[in-house]
């Protein structure tokens, strides 16, 4: 089991839920600075979750056609950045595509990520994937922290 790779794959986990995990901590703010009502904060969820949940299988089809390392770094990046986006802009369509694009670039990191882990954790990959199921367990849970702080 290669640890450090494997470490590093949990860190870009932790790096990439934490923006799923910011979500719902965003909610009342949106709900507060925007006067969202629980229809569009449902529509946001949606966006995020379920269209992201129906478009991964593309992109573990994709990474099962071959490596596609690239594809972490641009989930991560763009979840991120889509994340940013919904704290600079007020219409309430402009932060559903923001957050549309964030569920989606989450969705192209996974499959990768889990592809790698496979490869790195050699005869232990129960344990290697635990490993890096904590990463993004701690991005779900340390999300919602980092989101009310800033």
């Given at each position: 089991m290669n640890k450090k790779y494997?470490?590093?794959l949990a860190a870009a986990h932790l790096s990439n839920d934490i923006n799923t995990g910011s979500l719902p901590a965003l909610l009342p703010f949106f709900v507060s600075?925007?006067?969202m009502d629980y229809?569009?904060?449902a529509g946001l969820m949606f966006?995020?979750?379920f269209l992201s949940s129906v478009i991964q299988p593309?992109?573990?089809y994709l990474a099962d056609k071959g490596s596609r390392q690239w594809f972490m770094a641009v989930g991560v990046f763009f979840a991120?950045?889509?994340l940013a986006i919904t704290g600079f802009v007020s219409d309430y369509w402009l932060?559903?595509?923001a957050v549309t694009v964030m569920g989606i670039a989450t969705s192209i990191f996974h499959p990768e990520a889990a592809r790698c882990v496979n490869g790195v954790s050699q005869g232990a990959r129960g344990k290697g994937m635990s490993i890096f199921?904590?990463?993004g367990n701690g991005g779900f849970g340390f999300g919602p922290l980092l989101a009310v702080f800033l």
């Open positions: 494997l470490y590093l600075f925007y006067g229809t569009a904060i966006a995020s979750s593309l992109f573990g991120g950045t889509s932060i559903f595509a199921s904590v990463g």
